[in-house]
């Protein structure tokens, strides 16, 4: 039986890092001579709109005919002052430590980002154990899963 020749793996250091070949390709250089196969117009043709700087048009240009974004109607706004809360299911309060639930034990679990920010117990999974939840929105199939596994929601 033939042995198996070994073969040296040569030491990676950042002295001799390079691509694998053929994985980049150098960078178009314009307008450097007719020898570059790229040179005087650059391969943009000869003049035109995109011919020049800046020459390319908006994502919504139609060719001219009147665009889709101002045939249309404008209808409605948006609400500077909404708030949205951050939906929190009963099945993620397990993370909670202890039976209080109030905004700065949410943000000590990492449900909320701040104890300032809006949040709301909805009702999808099981009450793990009683909870006390304080200063926070509950919808009422949560309220009664909570009040069923023994907790209570104050206000």
């Known amino acids: 039986m033939a042995k ?3 073969v040296a793996t040569p030491t990676v250091t950042l002295s001799n890092l390079k691509p694998a070949p053929g ?3 150098s960078r178009k250089r314009l307008g450097r001579g007719p020898g570059s196969g790229l040179g005087k117009t650059s391969g943009k043709g000869h003049k035109g709109h995109k011919a020049r700087s800046g020459g390319s048009t908006n994502p ?3 060719g001219g005919q009147m665009p ?3 045939r249309l109607p404008k209808r409605g706004f948006t ?3 909404k708030v949205t809360a951050v939906p929190i299911n009963l099945a993620r309060l397990a993370a909670v430590e202890g039976g209080d639930v109030t905004p700065e034990t949410l943000a000590a679990a990492g449900l909320i980002t701040r104890p ?3 949040a709301k117990i909805l009702g999808t999974g099981d009450a ?3 909870y006390t939840v304080r200063g926070l929105p509950v919808s ?3 309220r009664a899963k909570i009040e069923a596994a023994g907790g209570r929601v104050e206000a």
């Open 60 to 62: 919504g240009f139609e």
């Open 79 to 81: 609400n500077p002052f």
């Open 128 to 130: 793990a154990r009683a």
């Open 68 to 70: 889709m974004y101002r």
């Open 140 to 142: 009422a199939a949560a």
């Open 116 to 118: 300032s920010q809006a």
């Open 4 to 6: 198996a020749k070994e």
């Open 23 to 25: 994985s980049t390709q």
